[in-house]
Nanobody
Framework: QVQLVESGGGLVQPGGSLRLSCAASGYISEISTLGWYRRRPGKQRDLVATMTNDNINYSDAVKGRFTISTDDAKSTVSLEMDRLKSEDTAVYYC??????????????WGQGTQVTVSS
């Protein structure tokens, strides 16, 4: 299994920046995808950004403002958030997809970290 632990959330003013980190442990060698999702108040959880074999996908809402990155071992996935807006307020979840030797895929989620953008 894979364990994901987020950190870095907090309160930030509009226009500010925040960096989220997710530490992955366990069978990280089997991770095929890492990324971030978020759940905004009153809304469903949706995509922020994902990385699969160095292919990066951003939601339109964050493209140009957020940057996802990982280390070579896939032990850490980070989300650099710049020019934050109040609409970015959400619980942010680290996400990983593990591809087993059987090629069956499993999704793992972190506990989430709260990001609040407010003046």
């Amino acid at each position: 299994q894979v364990q994901l632990v987020e950190s870095g959330g907090g309160l930030v003013q509009p226009g500010g920046s925040l960096r989220l980190s997710c530490a992955a442990s366990g069978y990280i060698s089997e991770i095929s995808t890492l990324g971030w999702y978020r759940r905004r108040p009153g809304k469903q959880r949706d995509l922020v950004a994902t990385m699969t074999n160095d292919n990066i996908n951003y939601s339109d809402a964050v493209k140009g403002r957020f940057t996802i990155s990982t280390d070579d071992a896939k032990s850490t996935v980070s989300l650099e958030m710049d020019r934050l807006k109040s609409e970015d307020t959400a619980v942010y979840y680290c996400y990983a997809v593990v591809t087993a030797a059987s090629l069956r895929q499993y999704a793992y989620w972190g506990q989430g970290t709260q990001v609040t953008v407010s003046s």
